[in-house]
């Protein structure tokens, strides 16, 4: 029967470049939260907008509802660059690299990757067909020292401050990479949370570099998918193409909420200076709880908001997943960024003062009542 004909093709097999690509360990962590669970597992801002942000929202939704150009209104690119054909707007950060990979990245390519770093760089190399190569960033303060650059490598990916390190690297170094030969995509979604100067970007160090940023986490906007990519313009011209396929555009409603946030100067400011003072409130509600409770004192981390912190138990793992099932905390075991995370556990202190200190607290009762 022709049914059988095509079970035998495999016609439910995902293609070859989705085999063996897997939902990340952060989702799997978080499968294990019940409603008694605090979540210190979450990659997004506590932050709610507040009465401007909202009315900016409605206003934003009065404007045409059609399809914008492929890269974005003009309008909102040019508040992002002088030149817009600079820049292309994209369903999220997320998005941008997917395209970027897609416009550059081949089989046989090897793709540098920090490690520890964000999951899903590695992932999109080897949908590409490409080899991640990861290049160790060292504790405790997680510079780059050596990149494992060969004649294969097509893409350098930097990110800066770091999810899961809230570390920033230094202008030196970023002067270096964008000058070493190969491309380099720097990842900058978390450049205006830092906490004692702004952390420097890449953007226009050289020809080579494109820049990829957005306004999921300074503007608390995670779920409204709106993110740029800055490129020389014939950088850019594969990537739009790309995006093309991938999105069409990006929403317009989500376009014309971010002309409306950067035309609003000085709420904008302020608000900024808000989620910055925020955030430096809960990540030091979680420094103190981490000595107290973990007994471990590590540098207050320069940006982002996470704390590595290096783990009582070496499988961190099984450590994570005893702690969500039995002390009803959720943090992201360090091996999900990288084998140089393992010994190490991301706790994210983008939630209340309460809930940090309290979910800190239950890891060290855990701790103490198994004799750790
Ligand atoms: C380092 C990093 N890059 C990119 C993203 C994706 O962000 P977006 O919501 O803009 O797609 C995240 C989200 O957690 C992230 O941590």
Known sequence: MLSDAYSALSTLNSALRFQGIELSLIRQINALATPLSTNLGIGEPNIEPDATFRELAKRAATTSWHYSANAGHTSLRKKLADDPNEICITAGTQEGLFAIFQAYVDPGDEVLVPNPGFVSYATLARICGATPVPYNLEP????????????????????????????????????????????????????EIWYDAPPPSMRGLSKNV??????????????????????HPDVMKPIITAHQYIATCASVFSQALAEAVFDAKEWNAQWLDGVRQQFRAQRDAALFAVEREMEVKIPPPRGA???????PLCDTLSFAKTLATDAAVLVIPGVAFGSNGEGFVRISYAASIEEVSTGIERIGRWLRSSGR
């Open 210 to 231: 494109i820049t990829v940023d957005g306004l999921s986490k300074s503007h608390s906007m995670t779920g409204l998918r709106l993110g740029w990519i800055h490129a």
């Open 305 to 311: 908001f996470y704390l590595f912190v290096p783990s």
């Open 140 to 191: 405790p303060d997680w510079q780059i020292d050596q990149l494992p650059i060969t004649s294969k490598t097509k893409l350098i990916v930097v990110n800066s401050p770091s999810n899961p390190l809230g570390s920033i690297i230094n202008d030196d170094k970023l002067r270096e990479i964008a000058n070493a030969g190969p491309l380099v995509v720097s990842d900058e979604i978390y450049h």
